[in-house]
């Protein structure tokens, strides 16, 4: 059985201090490891999909990258407006994601 | 760009009655997820189509169906409301299947409350 563990549970940054959120996953057989952001309320937002070990993508002040265990989102300088549950997925059946139990980030102004 | 399309947006139901969500996906996205995520909750694989066809099952009750039309508009049927059915009901769509490398992207949810 897929498991995704997301690291830490809630997160709590001043702006401008840069830190990473953790995800850990057990497949059989990855084929994708997604990043999602999601306010509260609303409906995951789509950030990036990572393949293959060593991949690594960046959008704004985001950067994401994956190893054969886990994916790290960096953030780098984050502004309040970053605020939000990042959620980390996996992708290693048919067409199903497994998601993690999410990361709460506040930044502080 | 346009987006994956919920309604109704917020339900109110009382125990034992009847829902139905609409979902109506991204413009020539032709799969259609349904997702279930309860308070303080990941989002939980409910069932999948891809083509009109379900392509994918997941933890979906007995009590609730699914199904895809000719416009690729999906539509999931919820009977016998228990109050443990109140959550966020999220659809997904993306062109083609995710064995495809295909990304999902979901809709606004629907907010189901079961009194």
């Known amino acids: 059985e897929d498991q995704v563990t997301q690291s830490p549970e809630a997160l709590r940054l001043q702006e401008g201090e840069s830190s990473s959120l953790n995800c850990s996953y057990t497949?059989?057989?990855?084929?994708?490891l997604f990043w999602y952001r999601q306010d509260p309320g609303k409906g995951p937002e789509f950030l990036f999909t990572l393949y293959s070990a060593g991949e690594e993508k960046e959008k704004e002040r985001l950067k994401a990258t994956l190893t054969k265990k886990e994916s790290f989102l960096h953030i780098t300088a984050p502004k309040p407006e970053d605020s939000a549950t990042y959620l980390c997925?996996?992708?290693?059946?048919?067409?199903?994601?497994?998601f993690g139990k999410g990361t709460m980030l506040l930044v502080s102004p | 760009a346009a987006g994956v399309i919920q309604s109704p947006r917020h339900l109110i139901k009382e125990k034992r009655e009847t829902a139905t969500l609409k979902c109506y996906p991204i413009?020539?996205?032709?799969?259609v997820y349904w997702y279930q995520q309860g308070p303080g909750q990941d989002p939980q694989f409910l069932i999948s189509?891809?083509?009109?066809?379900?392509?994918d099952k997941g933890s979906i009750p007995d009590r609730f169906s699914a199904q895809q039309f000719s416009d690729y508009h999906s539509e999931l049927n919820m009977s016998s409301l228990e109050l443990g059915d109140s959550a966020l009901y999220f659809c997904?769509?993306?062109?083609?299947?995710?064995?495809?490398?295909?990304?999902?992207?979901f809709g606004p949810g629907t907010r189901l409350l079961v009194l």
């Open positions: 497949v059989s057989g990855l084929r994708g």
């Open positions: 189509f891809y083509e009109k066809m379900q392509s």
């Open positions: 997904a769509s993306s062109l083609g299947l995710l064995s495809r490398k295909e990304t999902q992207y």
């Open positions: 997925a996996v992708h290693s059946g048919y067409s199903t994601l497994t």
């Open positions: 413009p020539r996205h032709d799969t």
